[in-house]
């Protein structure tokens, strides 16, 4: 078996992805956490975008970019979260390449300054939510994006969906409760032992500390 190192910064989504295809895949790996306002030189050398998340496998290959890890985790290590049917892996990627435009919706909330922006901000979360609500729809049962079997849709979606839960408890947002098959998704992969890296209060605790952090609108709206 390879060895396997994730290189994280502890609340970052990106990295949330990949680690959650890892323990999906119940392979072990080292999980390293290094501060995004000192990035070690030897984590430089390995990481074309200076970013996280980087998997480092048996000290020799580099990968880089949540979604090539994801594709690669899940080429190489069984279970096979892809579906085997080539129409729905397609319509799979469609919805992974989604995700930038989804996560940037979400996480914009954190990064406005005042609450005129903040409110622009809130109200743009209905056309991506009502997007996955359709696709929801057709895709037909849960829990999961594809029914009963898990895939990288969920792996990929889980970390920006328990963002959201982390700001709706911040200020409430009242928007995921008009979208119930979102709703139901979103629960079921809170719900899923894989989606955590740290145990949930700890981890609502380390993102509300780095929501305060920022100086930002919702900096001031978290309490200490
Ligand atoms: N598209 C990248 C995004 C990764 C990313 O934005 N990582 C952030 C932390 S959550 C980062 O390393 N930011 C540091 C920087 O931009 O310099 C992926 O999917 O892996």
């Not at 984590?43 to 020799?60: E, M, Q, Y």
């Not at 200020?171 to 809170?190: N, T, V």
């Not at 890296?197 to 919702?218: C, D, H, I, M, T």
């Amino acid at each position: 078996m390879a060895k396997y190192l994730l290189v994280s910064f502890e609340t970052c989504p990106w990295v949330q992805r990949a680690a959650i295809v890892l323990r999906e895949k119940k392979v072990a790996f080292e999980f390293r956490h290094i501060a995004r306002d000192n990035r070690p030189d030897w984590f430089l050398a390995i990481s074309p975008h200076k970013k996280v998340p980087v998997l480092r496998i048996d000290d020799r290959v580099s990968l880089f970019e949540s979604n090539a890890i994801a594709e690669y985790l899940d080429e190489t290590l069984a279970p096979r979260l892809h579906p085997e049917d080539p129409v729905l892996r397609a319509t799979n990627r469609a919805w992974t390449d989604y995700l930038p435009t989804f996560a940037e919706t979400i996480s914009a909330l954190g990064y406005v300054d005042d609450e005129e922006r903040y409110d622009k901000a809130v109200a743009k979360i209905p056309v991506p939510f009502e997007r996955l609500e359709g696709a929801l729809e057709r895709q037909g049962k849960g829990p999961y994006f594809n029914g009963a079997a898990y895939s990288l849709v969920d792996a990929a979606y889980a970390p920006f969906l328990q963002r959201y839960a982390f700001l709706d408890r911040i200020k409430p947002l009242g928007h995921l409760e008009r979208f119930p098959r979102l709703k139901a998704w979103s629960e079921a992969l809170l719900a899923r032992p894989s989606t955590h890296s740290f145990p949930a209060p700890e981890f609502e605790r380390l993102y509300r500390q780095n929501v305060r952090g920022r100086g930002k609108y919702l900096s001031g709206l978290v309490a200490a």
